[in-house]
């Protein structure tokens, strides 16, 4: 560029260079395919008001990130293909009979993922702290390899900074992510034909379509939809 003193140029980091490479690998390898849809949650969001109080008292940050988790989970056993990954050399599908929830956590250093350990066999309190403190060493640069290692399938949460619908990219090997935009308050028409206001949440759910096929996904989101809006059943299920 002939543009001198009006650019400037800097080194990327190691952690950088490290994400710059997973995501064009990612993307490079795996067909990706995103489902962009959405869910009423005024129960979800009482349940956690009603909670985060009695999380508070023990010591638990309670978001709605947990019962993310939880419904995610519970729907990844019913469609465990979502839970896989594909072994290139031997051309073959991996099915993993554990849930290790990736929770992408982006910081100063760079863009970490997490993993809450079998998830299926915490409660929601159990997994709200385990999130919160994966992303406090995250930010203070003291997550251990093992911490990120032998996750199953991710959650990004975009929601946080007020995003709605993306296109998450799929952390490879996995072969799904599901993206959690911001609950907005919204218009609905609710059971008895009335427009009301609701409180509504953006979901995207990124596959790779070389294993996945596009009804599997969208009854996953359905199944995923189904136990958001209502939090007693994902208590059952989840």
Do not use: C
Request: a neutral charge.
């Amino acid at each position: 560029s002939n543009l001198g003193e009006l650019e400037e140029r800097v080194a990327m980091t190691p952690t950088r260079k490290a994400i710059a490479k997973a995501m064009v690998n990612s993307k490079q390898t795996a067909p990706h395919v995103t489902l962009h849809d959405e869910v009423e949650v005024s129960k979800l969001w009482d349940n956690r008001k009603r909670f985060k109080e009695v999380a508070a008292a023990n010591g638990t940050k309670l978001t709605f990130l947990p019962y993310v988790v939880k419904a995610l989970t519970a729907t990844v056993k019913k469609f465990p293909i979502l839970n896989a990954s594909i072994d290139d050399a031997n051309q073959e599908i991996v099915y993993k009979n554990y849930y290790n929830i990736g929770i992408a956590t982006d910081t100063d250093h760079g863009l970490y993922v997490p993993n809450v350990k079998d998830a299926d066999r915490k409660g929601m309190f159990a997994i709200a702290d385990e999130i919160n403190e994966k992303a406090k060493l995250a930010h203070e640069g003291k997550l251990a390899a093992e911490d990120m290692r032998n996750g199953t399938i991710t959650i990004s949460n975009i929601g946080s900074v007020g995003g709605g619908w993306f296109t998450p990219v799929i952390n490879y090997p996995e072969v799904a992510i599901l993206g959690v935009g911001t609950i907005a308050q919204q218009p609905i028409v609710n059971g008895e034909g009335e427009i009301v206001v609701g409180r509504v949440m953006k979901l995207s759910l990124s596959f790779d379509h070389r294993i996945v096929d596009g009804a599997t996904a969208q009854q996953a989101m359905n199944n995923i939809k189904r136990l958001l809006a209502d939090p007693e059943l994902l208590m059952m299920e989840g």
